[in-house]
């Protein structure tokens, strides 16, 4: 099957500190990529969508200028937790599509887990 | 709107032994239903999925799920568990028509007994 990367896989960084998780998709194109949150033994929630070379379409109640999401090639998104606070402190996940539309399999990343201290 | 409820946070079978676990959705029509698994250090895997034709699914592993409407369920089986089977498992439910937000329950994590 596709394999979807996430690069961190841990990350602890000081809080007002930036950080950048990288999406990849190693062997397919993918239109189109999901960020999800998922707090500890809780369900993954969706942040927000993002299409190739358009900006990302937040889900309510997501900051649009905290979690900074950038999909500027078909293999590559970006999330960028800025300002940090331990409050963002949660495990990240990625997922590629290759349309985007629900028929077509989401593979997911590994996950990257945040630590604000 | 749409929900999904996994009513067991917890299950722990012998190997050998027969799993179900279950779902319930809430949604308006006919939804696309999800199972995923979650190993630790591992990305979420399609295991299967139903859109729409036969209630029956059959997955990857040995996993098959049964749509039912009138019940709005989904519930995953499998016949004999093997000690790998020990995982997270998610269902998932998106809407038909081309919004493609999905929607996972909380989870049910499976333990596995010698």
């Given at each position: 099957g596709a394999v979807v990367s996430q690069h961190p896989s841990w990350v602890i960084c000081k809080s007002g500190t930036s950080v950048k998780i990288e999406c990849r998709s190693l062997d397919f194109q993918a239109t189109t990529m999901f960020w999800y949150r998922q707090f500890p033994k809780q369900s993954l929630m969706l942040m927000a969508t993002s299409n190739e070379g358009s900006k990302a379409t937040y889900e309510q109640g997501v900051e649009k200028d905290k979690f900074l999401i950038n999909h500027a090639s078909l293999t590559l998104s970006t999330l960028t937790v800025t300002s940090a606070h331990p409050e963002d402190s949660s495990f990240y996940i990625c997922s590629a599509s290759s349309t985007g539309v629900l028929t077509d399999t989401q593979y997911f990343g590994p996950g990257t887990r945040l630590t604000v201290l | 709107a749409q929900s999904v409820t996994q009513p067991?946070?917890?299950i722990t079978v012998s190997e050998g032994a027969s799993l179900e676990l279950r779902c319930n959705y809430s949604y308006g029509a006919t939804p696309y239903l999800f199972w995923y698994v979650q190993s630790p250090g591992q990305g979420l895997q399609l295991l299967l999925k139903y859109f729409s034709g036969d209630t029956l699914v059959q997955g990857i592993k040995g996993f098959e799920a049964e749509f039912k409407?009138?019940?709005?369920?989904?519930?995953?089986?499998?016949?004999?568990?093997?000690w790998s089977d020990a995982a997270e498992y998610f269902c998932a439910v998106g809407a038909p028509g081309g919004y493609n937000k999905l929607i996972f329950g909380a989870g049910t994590r499976l333990a596995v007994h010698p």
């Amino acid at each position: 099957g596709a394999v979807v990367s996430q690069h961190p896989s841990w990350v602890i960084c000081k809080s007002g500190t930036s950080v950048k998780i990288e999406c990849r998709s190693l062997d397919f194109q993918a239109t189109t990529m999901f960020w999800y949150r998922q707090f500890p033994k809780q369900s993954l929630m969706l942040m927000a969508t993002s299409n190739e070379g358009s900006k990302a379409t937040y889900e309510q109640g997501v900051e649009k200028d905290k979690f900074l999401i950038n999909h500027a090639s078909l293999t590559l998104s970006t999330l960028t937790v800025t300002s940090a606070h331990p409050e963002d402190s949660s495990f990240y996940i990625c997922s590629a599509s290759s349309t985007g539309v629900l028929t077509d399999t989401q593979y997911f990343g590994p996950g990257t887990r945040l630590t604000v201290l | 709107a749409q929900s999904v409820t996994q009513p067991d946070i917890h299950i722990t079978v012998s190997e050998g032994a027969s799993l179900e676990l279950r779902c319930n959705y809430s949604y308006g029509a006919t939804p696309y239903l999800f199972w995923y698994v979650q190993s630790p250090g591992q990305g979420l895997q399609l295991l299967l999925k139903y859109f729409s034709g036969d209630t029956l699914v059959q997955g990857i592993k040995g996993f098959e799920a049964e749509f039912k409407r009138s019940q709005s369920s989904f519930n995953l089986r499998k016949p004999s568990v093997h000690w790998s089977d020990a995982a997270e498992y998610f269902c998932a439910v998106g809407a038909p028509g081309g919004y493609n937000k999905l929607i996972f329950g909380a989870g049910t994590r499976l333990a596995v007994h010698p």
